[in-house]
């Protein structure tokens, strides 16, 4: 979650520097050697969308979108194949390379995670994320939406401790990496996380980590439902950006972003193969979001929808959350059919283009209606009913 929005930071930082004219239509594959952040890569790949002076945003055979701009371009060629992605064996081959020794890979329909830890570990995951994929594919198809199941493998990584995450997790976040059991990102388009049985607050005396009964048995505890959230959150974010519900580097509204994410937190660790989850009222989020309501603190509905810092400032971010879980609960429970058609149009926005505050404020209006304060008294109203 906090890795997110510090993805999204650096995104808006990098958009800011393309400078788009005209979309031009992929029609090769293009081979792009380019300084990086320092490093020198090899990137080969479609380009999605290019301006006038070079800069490009690639897309890889992995799935990988990486912005590049001109002045990093050390050279390019170009050939008339057509970019095919990975299959599954062919993306656990690439992770195991990049991550080295010790790594092993578990394949699951739609998930290839390579792990460090055990590998009933690695696949209880895989079974949870297959479970909450189904499930929100058909709940998203069902209010009308157009998804569908990802074709190409989504790529996992766990460690096994914590330690070894945050050292590949700086990598690519910095010193925010801090605080985060897990993130997704969308320029690599993984999940990242680290084996939780490990987590020492969670562990028992004499409790046992082996088996799939143990680490259900461990992650069923209360203690462990916030952790099992965030790989949930993330797992969200993941498909929803591969189903085509929404779309990464179109940089779609934080609020309903994050909103939906945590909208789905609500973890459902049953061995049923169908997910009870959804839906369900996410009582930390609420419990904070009513706090604010009754100290006269909470967000205004407007500047949740303009006000990006909201969630990346650490003072306020918690309430951010708590407020954009609690309007992405409303707008879905009583105002489907608008959600669904705000969905569907933000999905079609152009890559690379951040909205200024009236263009967001207006496509909201377009769908919720020009009463903002109409909307905000239905919204107390039926949300201080909730037991
Ligand atoms: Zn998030």
Redesign the pocket.
């Given at each position: 979650?906090t890795s997110?929005?510090i993805q999204i930071c650096w995104l808006i930082l990098v958009a800011g520097l393309f400078h788009i004219s005209q979309p031009r239509p992929a029609r090769a594959v293009e081979h792009v050697m380019a300084n990086i952040d320092g490093r020198e890569l090899e990137l080969s790949g479609k380009v999605l969308i290019e301006d006038s002076v070079g800069s490009m945003l690639l897309e890889t055979d992995e799935g990988a979108m990486w912005p590049i701009e001109a002045r990093m371009i050390r050279s390019r060629t170009s050939d008339s194949e057509p970019l095919v992605s990975l299959d599954k064996k062919q993306l656990a081959q690439r992770l195991l390379k990049e991550m080295g020794p010790g790594f092993q890979s578990h394949e699951s329909k739609h998930y290839v995670v390579v792990f460090n830890t055990t590998r009933t570990y690695a696949k209880w995951c895989s079974s949870l994320l297959e479970r909450l994929q189904r499930a929100f594919i058909a709940y998203w198809s069902k209010r009308g939406c157009e998804v569908r199941a990802p074709t190409a493998p989504l790529a996992v990584l766990v460690f096994s401790d914590k330690a070894s995450y945050l050292h590949h997790a700086k990598k690519e976040l910095g010193e925010g990496a801090g605080n985060a059991i897990g993130y997704?990102s969308f320029g690599t388009n993984r999940i990242v996380m680290y084996d939780l049985t490990g987590v020492q607050q969670l562990r028992r005396e004499n409790s046992r980590r082996g088996t799939k009964h143990d680490i259900t048995a461990l992650l069923s505890q209360p203690e462990a439902e916030p952790l099992v959230a965030t790989i949930v959150?993330?797992a969200?974010?993941q498909i929803s950006f591969n189903c085509g519900l929404q779309k990464r580097f179109s940089f779609p509204p934080i609020w309903l972003?994050?909103g939906m994410?945590?909208y789905f937190e609500t973890p459902d660790l049953s061995g049923s193969r169908s997910w009870g989850g959804i839906g369900k009222v996410n009582y930390s989020r609420w419990d904070r979001y009513r706090g604010r309501v009754r100290a006269g603190q909470e967000i205004r509905l407007k500047s949740l929808l303009v006000n990006d810092n909201l969630f990346r400032e650490p003072r306020t971010a918690l309430d951010a959350y708590a407020a954009a879980w609690a309007w992405n609960y409303f707008l879905i429970k009583w105002h489907p059919e608008e959600y669904t058609s705000y969905l569907k149009e933000l999905a079609e926005k152009p890559l690379l283009v951040v909205d200024d505050k009236a263009t967001k404020l207006a496509d909201f209006r377009k769908h919720f209606g020009k009463d903002l304060g109409a909307l905000e008294d239905d919204f107390y109203r039926r949300m201080s009913r909730i037991k």
């Open positions: 979650m997110f929005r997704y959150h993330e969200t974010h972003s994050e994410a945590v």
